[in-house]
Every structure is written in structure tokens, then in C-alpha cells.
């Protein structure tokens, strides 16, 4: 079963922020930097996202070569409430 690499993070976020202080600005996120490791690629559900089957062959054809390094994973988000979205 697939693990929606999202709903950890949302959940996680948001239940240690309950005033929406935000780590961009009120009710705005930035994934990476609320994790130690400034990335989500140590969790499996993200790991899975970076070199799906149908996306490889794409990849190799861009570079050339299999030998491509994915260095981070990281995302943005805002809750509702914002007043104005970020771009």
C-alpha cells in the first residue's frame, strides 16, 4: 500500500503550529527546513517519488546517462486563510 508522501507532512506541520504561525509567514510552509535534514528524502513515501519506472527513461534521456545524483526533496504549502496565496 502506497503512503500519500503529503498527508505525513501536513499533519506533522500543522499539529506543532496551532496559532498558523507558519515557517513562511503566517499559515505558509516550507517542507524542507522543518526537518533537520532540510529534505524529505529519508521518508520512504518521498524516496518512491523521486525515479518512478515511467519517469527513468526520461531522465536518462535528458542527461544521457544513468548517472544523475538527486541531492533533495522539498516541497511549499499554505493552509486556507491566507489572504493573499504565494506564488
Not at 525515479?51 to 534521456?61: R, S, V
Request: proline share 10%.
Amino acid at each position: 500500500m502506497k503512503c500519500d508522501p503529503w498527508a505525513f507532512a501536513f499533519q506533522d506541520i500543522i499539529s506543532k503550529d496551532p496559532r498558523r504561525i507558519g515557517n513562511r509567514g503566517p499559515y505558509r510552509y516550507s517542507l524542507g527546513p522543518s526537518w533537520s535534514t532540510g529534505h524529505l528524502l529519508h521518508r520512504p513515501e518521498w524516496a518512491q517519488l523521486v525515479d518512478p519506472p515511467n519517469i527513468t527513461p526520461i531522465l536518462n534521456e535528458i542527461f544521457g546517462n544513468d548517472r544523475y545524483v538527486v541531492r533533495g526533496a522539498r516541497g511549499d504549502f499554505n493552509l486556507p486563510g491566507k489572504e493573499v496565496e504565494a506564488n
